[in-house]
């Protein structure tokens, strides 16, 4: 449960809303929804607290434990567009996740034989993590 908290923080911090991986927005009004406005707002304590809100007719515990997981997917897919340009971080900050979401890149592209565009985003990742130490 904590682990959904800190990421609908972190998702709220920067004014982001979980996406489906098709890249729409999640329907407020879905139990998924209300699974995520309730962490927003700090509802639930516990996974009981959760299930009990949204399974108030008690389907049992693995249509929750499965909607937990997916909207853990949900939130981890839209972190991956947190955006560090348009924010009061300093140069270095912005530096640091860039590198990180190019060296995730690289890695993506060489696990699919891509090797000379991984090769290309390399070296700009080296110029750029030389620049920032």
Same mark, same amino acid.
């Given at each position: 449960? +904590?682990? &959904?908290? $800190?990421l609908?923080?972190?998702?709220?911090?920067? +004014?982001?809303?979980?996406l489906?991986?098709? *890249?729409?927005?999640?329907?407020?009004?879905?139990?998924? *929804?209300?699974?995520?406005? *309730?962490?927003?707002?700090?509802?639930?304590?516990?996974d009981?607290?959760? $299930?009990?809100? &949204?399974?108030?007719? *008690?389907? @049992?515990?693995?249509?929750?434990?499965?909607?937990?997981? $997916?909207?853990?997917?949900r &939130?981890?897919?839209?972190?991956?567009?947190?955006?560090?340009? @348009?924010?009061?971080?300093t140069?270095?900050?912005?530096?640091?996740?860039?590198?990180?979401?190019?060296w995730?890149?690289v890695?993506?592209?060489? @696990? +699919?034989?891509?090797?000379?565009a991984?090769m290309?985003?390399?070296?700009?990742?080296?110029?750029q993590t030389e620049?920032?130490?």
């Amino acid at each position: 449960m +904590q682990d &959904l908290k $800190e990421l609908v923080y972190i998702l709220n911090q920067y +004014q982001l809303k979980p996406l489906h991986s098709n *890249g729409q927005r999640l329907d407020m009004d879905s139990r998924m *929804g209300k699974f995520y406005e *309730g962490l927003e707002k700090n509802l639930f304590d516990t996974d009981e607290d959760a $299930e009990k809100y &949204l399974f108030p007719e *008690g389907r @049992g515990s693995s249509n929750y434990r499965k909607l937990k997981s $997916e909207l853990r997917d949900r &939130l981890i897919y839209t972190v991956s567009f947190f955006n560090a340009r @348009g924010t009061d971080f300093t140069d270095y900050q912005k530096a640091y996740y860039d590198c990180h979401k190019l060296w995730l890149v690289v890695k993506i592209l060489t @696990g +699919q034989n891509a090797n000379t565009a991984a090769m290309n985003l390399a070296s700009k990742l080296i110029k750029q993590t030389e620049r920032f130490e």
